[in-house]
């Protein structure tokens, strides 16, 4: 009896051991908006911290890991420059080893590339090992997001935890102005041509000289 006692014991502290050890690596989160009352994410709670807007580019970071998100509609000013910006971190990430996690698109790379982004100048990390990192973009509300981390499950959960939601109206009344503006434009140009091309210039011309003529005559 006093054998299964003891051997009780050590499969309940075994037990124990191993449900602290989950507790302890298992990770919190919060959510937080990358857009102003717009799309949401989630991210390792109390860990990670805001960097800073870096010409329309927000970045926050952990210590496994970094956010870079662009909106190409949110703020007035934000300039094409800032929309090629991002889209070189992103060809930058696909240089990685594609994988497919769980149906998300996942980049392979090296510490050492991540930390080759501009943007990481500004910010001090010390990142090391492999980083995977997930691409993600939404036409609707225009967001476009890079998950980087070396934790392949925190990377994961928050490619998941995504809620698009756009806050910026859509540009379809200034594309119509403009699109009206060029086929006027285009109208004028073709009616100018149409007279120019249409006109006897020679019978103008003669009309002039003959116009010119009289005045002389009569003066």
């Known amino acids: 009896m006093d054998k299964k006692i003891i051997i009780i014991g050590i499969l309940l502290l075994i037990i124990a051991g ?8 298992s990770v919190n989160y919060e959510r937080i908006e990358i857009t102003p009352n717009g799309t949401s994410i989630d991210v390792p ?10 010409e329309g580019v927000k970045i926050w970071n952990w210590d496994k890991g970094a956010l ?15 929309g ?8 930058l990430i696909k ?4 994988q497919n996690i769980d149906g998300f698109t996942c980049y392979v790379i090296n510490a050492d590339e991540l930390l080759e982004i501009h943007l990481f100048d500004i910010i001090k990390v010390n990142y090391n090992g492999k980083f995977y990192c997930i691409p ?6 225009h967001d476009n997001i890079i998950i980087c981390c070396n934790d392949k ?10 809620q698009y939601k756009n806050v910026y109206p859509d540009n379809t009344d200034l594309d119509n102005a403009i699109s009206t503006v060029e086929n006027m434009t285009g109208d004028l140009q073709s009616m100018a041509n149409d007279y120019v091309n249409n006109t006897d210039w020679n ?8 116009m010119t003529g009289d005045l002389l005559s009569n003066s």
């Open 203 to 210: 019978n103008v011309e003669s009309t002039i000289e003959k």
């Open 18 to 25: 191993a449900i602290l050890v989950m507790l302890t690596n």
């Open 84 to 91: 090629l910006s991002f889209n070189a971190i992103n060809e």
């Open 68 to 82: 870079i998100t662009y909106n190409s509609h949110e703020g007035s000013g934000i300039s094409a420059l800032t």
């Open 95 to 98: 240089t990685g080893e594609m």
């Open 153 to 162: 499950d925190i990377a994961l959960h928050m490619a998941k935890s995504v």
């Open 136 to 141: 993600l973009a939404n036409e609707t509300s």
């Open 45 to 54: 709670a109390n860990q990670t911290k805001f960097c800073g807007d870096i």
